[in-house]
């Protein structure tokens, strides 16, 4: 069975930072790996993605500059390092195994970045 | 900046066919997009259903398809039911970053 947990979300300040975790279980073959954010009411963004080996990451340009992926693979842990948070990256973040595109999917986890 | 545009809503009746089309503001919409379709209904995780243009997931139901339409990307639901109701996002590949368009909320009514 596949699962996708993430954790770390929670309420910051403007310029503060967070780092959210994403363990992995389940997905038939290590592959890339991606983070999508949703703020409230709102649509889906795609935010970054990482290569297997995490030797290659792209980020939206919103989060260029600020957001950093990783990953641990002896872990099997995702990672999302998000500094100089704004007001507007506050949504809901999730990561998501790729299959060609995001595919296997986590539940979510809420960050909140308000004075 | 890339925009991905979908219809904003669409309504359609128990049992009957609509097509959700997906366009790209660099151009017309091919393979080489991968186009991705999502299905999210509210309170829930966003749940993949078509990648790289026509394939379906393992758990993907039948009644739905992906094709290339004109210039555009599309997801064509058959035999509607009433929990198809949902909101449905297209996905495309850049190169490198993704890009989601805006969605577009389906009723069936």
């Known amino acids: 069975e596949v699962q996708l947990v993430e954790s770390g979300g929670g309420l910051v300040q403007p310029g503060e930072s967070l780092r959210l975790s994403c363990a992995v279980s389940?997905?038939?073959?290590?592959?890339?790996m991606h983070w999508v954010r949703q703020a409230p009411g709102k649509g889906l963004v795609w935010v970054s993605r990482i290569s297997s080996d995490g030797g290659i990451t792209n980020y939206a340009d919103s989060v260029k500059g600020r957001f950093t992926i990783s990953r641990d693979n002896a872990k099997d842990t995702l990672f999302l390092q998000m500094n100089s948070l704004r007001v507007d990256d506050t949504a809901v973040y999730y990561c998501?195994?790729?299959?060609?595109?995001?595919?296997?999917w986590g539940q979510g986890t809420l960050v909140s970045v308000s004075s | 900046q890339t925009v991905v545009t979908q219809e904003p809503s669409l309504t359609v009746s128990p049992g009957g066919t609509v097509t959700l089309t997906c366009a790209s503001s660099t151009g017309a919409v091919t393979s080489d997009y991968y186009p991705s379709w999502l299905q999210q209904k509210p309170g829930q995780a966003p749940r993949a259903l078509i990648y790289t243009t026509n394939n379906k997931h393992s758990w993907t139901p039948a009644r739905f398809s992906g094709s290339l339409l004109g210039d555009k990307a599309a997801l064509t639901l058959s035999g509607v039911q009433p929990e198809d109701e949902a909101d449905y996002y297209c996905l495309l590949f850049y190169g490198g970053p993704w890009v989601f368009g805006g969605g577009t909320k389906l009723t069936v009514l």
């Open positions: 389940g997905i038939p073959d290590r592959n890339w």
């Open positions: 998501a195994g790729d299959n060609w595109g995001p595919a296997y």
